[in-house]
């Protein structure tokens, strides 16, 4: 009887065991199904992949995509990101659609990631930040630009973005609802490049993304009535024909996580 006694133990103890680890098993290799889950919402964990991924970002986004591109290839070592391409939305929308290579689009508005979506390059795409123009000028003012009207004067040099580029567009919209007809001296691929010559004092004043102006101490902003109501939306998607599918849909996914969020806000970018 005793022996019959352990034996049963015995047996009920593998069963336990064994029921344990079917638990334990989650899709991220956490110590539960749940916290699985969980990691690989985040990005922290999740299934092997691997392969080199090609993101087409809007130029807005280089200090943010830079330390997500470099946080994911930390957590995934076999994926590699490639030098992201960063440009004015519209050109990399035009590059797309003409046939370059890449695996993830990023767009600044949702009017160019509809050109990509509608060519049948990618799928349904998710918004996953926000952004707002500011007045921006050199440091110190130097042109005494007090406000948007201050555009319309001949005798300040103004620069922004051209009318394709979606900060270009939000340019248009905040400054057609001040009734301001802008003096502009040059139009700019890119929010970039506006930036540039603002900060290097080439131009009195120019529009730029709130997330822009806080990225050099050689640039000051001017209170900026109306921009609130001119909100970009940005919006990413993987792209048909992906290398890497996997790692291209994983990318997206860290963007969209908590984690990826926590970086785009910590440098301005509002909510989708």
Known sequence: MRTRRTSIAALAAAILLLAGCAVGAGPGGGTDAETGVAESQSGSAGPDISGEVTVFAAASLKTG????????????????IA???????????????????ADVFASAD??????????????TPDVFATNRLTLLVPAGNPGSIAGLADLADEERTVVLCAPAVPCGAASETLLSDAGVIASVDSYEQNVTAVLTKVASGEADAGLVYVT???????????????????????????????RSPEAADAFVA?????????????LGFGAP
Request: aromatic share 6%; no cysteine.
């Open 212 to 242: 822009d102006a806080a990225l050099t101490d050689d640039v000051e902003t001017v209170d900026t009535p109306g921009a609130d109501d001119v909100v970009n939306r940005y919006p990413i998607a993987a792209l048909a024909g992906a």
């Open 83 to 101: 030098p992201i391409s960063y440009d004015g939305s519209s050109t990399l929308a035009t590059q797309l659609i003409e046939g370059a290579p």
């Open 65 to 80: 995509f830079d330390e997500l591109a470099a946080e994911f290839e930390r957590r995934h070592p076999a994926v590699t």
């Open 254 to 266: 860290y963007v969209l996580s908590a984690d990826g969020q926590a970086v785009l806000r910590r």
């Open 110 to 123: 949702e009017t160019n990631m509809r050109k990509v979506v509608d060519a049948g390059l990618a799928a």
